[in-house]
């Protein structure tokens, strides 16, 4: 299967951080359809910009996701407490979530990464007996104001 192209809405939303930013996003995002190709993207703008990929058409079961800031991205684990880190590269003290700072694209090929990125595939919620075609949804601040505004009609 071949990599996607990211989704122009997407890129339009990295526009506002630097050449540098972008450019780990994307290799972060990257990284990850490389190792999961049939995963959807269900893109927001929120604080950051946040990319979570899942197998599901829902993005609360995103097993990995981006979140993209001034000077470095986070590569984000959903159940990040319960993934093997031998490597100790998971940061965070929440109950599930965990997250690989990214602030160098070196940072992608530091021993432990990759590895982490398919043991939250393996234990990723996926659909039986459905062949979903991968998707990407993003949801902007402004299209989240004209959802609001038209169920107010």
């Not at 999961?36 to 995103?62: K, L």
């Not at 093997?84 to 979530?97: A, C, N, V, Y």
Request: with cysteine.
């Amino acid at each position: 299967m071949r990599l996607r192209l990211p989704d122009p809405e997407y890129l339009k939303l990295l526009a506002p951080y630097g050449e540098a930013i972008q450019k780990l996003a994307l290799a972060t995002r990257k990284l990850i359809l490389e190792e999961a190709p049939e995963a959807s993207e269900f893109v927001y703008e929120v604080y950051t910009i946040a990319d979570h990929f899942t197998f599901t058409e829902r993005p609360g079961d995103a097993f990995v996701f981006t979140t993209t800031h001034a000077n470095w991205v986070n590569l984000g684990f959903s159940f990040g407490s319960l993934l093997p880190d031998p490597d100790g590269l998971l940061r965070g003290e929440g109950k599930l979530i965990r997250h690989v700072r990214i602030a160098q694209a070196r940072d992608l090929d530091a021993p432990g990464v990759r590895e982490l990125v398919r043991c939250a595939i393996a234990q990723a919620e996926r659909p039986e007996g459905k062949d979903a075609k991968p998707c990407t949804v993003v949801r902007t601040a402004q299209s989240a104001r004209k959802r609001a505004a038209a169920n107010r009609r």
